[in-house]
């Protein structure tokens, strides 16, 4: 099972543009669609996007279109999410994901522990 660490969380003022990262290592990464969730305050998890392993098909949550962009770069293990024109509502622990494929949090079998995004306004 693939192992998943994320990076780049942290406190952004609303309109920023942060980028995270998810590291990942323990299996063939080319192999498998990667995705993030998020889980804001209160609320229940959500996806957030997936990329295709082969195709980099790319899907979001309508919430995200247009202002992120999830890329990945087999070589290297890496996923990202790049996010532009944050707003306070972006405010979540974004988990990293692998392994599976649609929008529910059964979905994925593996999961990082996540990172926090926190939007100032």
């Known amino acids: 099972q693939v192992q998943l660490v994320e990076s780049g969380g942290g406190l952004v003022q609303a309109g920023g543009s942060p980028r995270l990262s998810c590291a990942a290592s323990?299996?063939?990464?080319?192999?498998?669609?990667v995705g993030w969730f998020r889980q804001a305050p209160g609320k229940e998890r959500e996806f957030v996007a997936v990329?295709?392993?082969?195709?980099?098909?790319?899907y979001y949550t309508d919430s995200v279109k247009g202002r992120f962009t999830i890329s990945r770069d087999n070589a290297k293990n890496m996923v990202y999410l790049q996010m532009n024109s944050l707003k306070p509502e972006d405010t979540a622990v974004y988990y990293c994901?692998?392994?599976?494929?649609?929008?529910?949090?059964?979905?994925?079998?593996?999961w990082g522990r996540g990172t926090q995004d926190t939007v100032s306004s």
């Open positions: 994901v692998a392994g599976g494929w649609g929008t529910s949090v059964d979905s994925f079998r593996s």
């Open positions: 323990g299996g063939t990464f080319s192999d498998y669609p």
């Open positions: 990329i295709s392993w082969s195709t980099g098909s790319r």
